[in-house]
């Protein structure tokens, strides 16, 4: 039987590429995979470049402070400056901007992807661009800048958040709704806990004699499905899962439209978003293998056999099988229900840019992230104490140290393009997700 190149385990059977022991890749080109942190020499410092004279005037301007990054993994809509080609002429395009810290003036501003601070830092706080606008703070108020770093709405919020849809949800004086793109508020004030809208519907909280519960609201703040629901979440693929409690009193997942109509009955225990025209729903068929998934009718498409299953993205799902090879871990199955990347990672994430950021398995203890391509190959290896997904623009943000002060972005290559340290005192940036 082979031995593991890294730790010299017995390799077993289903270990084609990875060893289940300490997570090193089983050598097929001569490679191994070496949980190593990242080589300081690919750190560039800070570099900055301020827009030019001929940018429209008040675009230059700034105002002081810092700015935090929010913390998460999610997959983040930016926008900024960049230039692409049309037949022979070149047209201004928008690609991707990404907050990141100045560690020269204590402060957050935008880079590019090349690394180049494109606007100057000097926000307290502010979030990932979305839909052309980015949240920044100065002080504890926020506003909204737009890819020039010009404040396109005014820094007169108690809280911001991300645009979706056109609108996004804030908070003034304890009270909750939205603003537009324009920074007019709409249906004001909301409901508590103001949602994302997506596809024209956000969830809203409303009270009903002595209970709390979830209806939706349009884009007008008006409520068009009324209150009835435990549990509501986000329309996507023209449906939203909602909870409700059936005849017996047992809570109940289902599926309802834009209209409010139950399209496919409450009878999960569990239910996620569509994605890719499948939604994972846990069945409670069997306490190891519950998760499956449903077509937009409500029929099982995908057979429930695994113990956790996720959304699709970029046609690929993680999940986790059940039974003998539970110990496996987390594998990436199709939209046929096909294992295209076995069952080998302690952790894994969803895909995007065609990457993804998986935890391979490890006995002593080691569990820090890598990305690999859709084929499960290794691409990045597993160095970072945290990774984000890869956004437009070709960057994702990890965090290089155990204490969660230590940043960066890497490119496809896992090359740094910007690294950055926090003062402990300062929360963790990181975009969210």
Known sequence: MARCATCRSRLEREAVDWCLSCGGAVPGDGAVWELDTPSAKRARPPRHTRLSSSEPPGRRSGWKGALAVCTGVVVIVLAGLGFGVEGEAGVLRGVGLFPAYDVITGTYGYIDSRGTMIIEPRFTEAQPFSEGLAAVADGQTWGYIDRFGEMAIPAWLDEASAFSDGLAAVEILDETGYVDEQGDLVGWPGSPGSEPFAEGRAAALVRTEDLFLWGYVDRTGALVIQPQFLLAGTFSEGRA?????????????????????????????????????????????????????????????????????????????????????????????????????????????????????????????????????????????????????????????????????????????????????????????????
Do not use: C
């Not at 594998?331 to 302690?346: A, E, H, K, N």
């Not at 997904?389 to 969660?404: N, Q, R, S, Y």
């Open 241 to 433: 899962a909602v909870m409700v409690r059936d005849e017996t009193g047992a809570f109940r997942s289902g599926y309802i439209d834009s209209t409010g109509a139950m399209v496919i009955p409450a009878q999960f225990l569990a239910a996620e978003p569509f994605s890719d025209g499948l939604a994972a729903v846990w069945t409670g068929e069997s306490s190891s293998s519950s998760w499956g998934y449903i077509d937009p009718a409500g029929v099982l498409a995908i057979a429930p056999r695994f113990s956790e299953a996720g959304s699709f993205s970029e046609g690929l799902a993680a999940v986790r099988l059940s039974g003998e090879q539970t110990r496996a871990g987390y594998g990436y199955i199709d939209t046929s229900g096909s294992l295209v990347i076995s069952p080998r990672f302690w952790d894994a994430r969803p895909f995007s840019q065609g990457l993804a950021a998986v935890q391979p398995s490890s006995a002593d203890g080691d569990y820090r992230w890598g990305y690999i391509d859709r084929e499960g190959k290794r691409v990045i290896p597993a160095q970072f104490s945290e990774a984000g997904p890869f956004m437009p623009g070709g960057l994702a943000l990890v965090t290089l140290d155990e204490a969660g002060t230590e940043h960066a972005y890497i490119d496809r290559n896992g090359t740094i393009v910007y690294q950055w340290t926090e003062p402990a005192e300062q929360p963790v940036g990181a975009p969210s997700g």
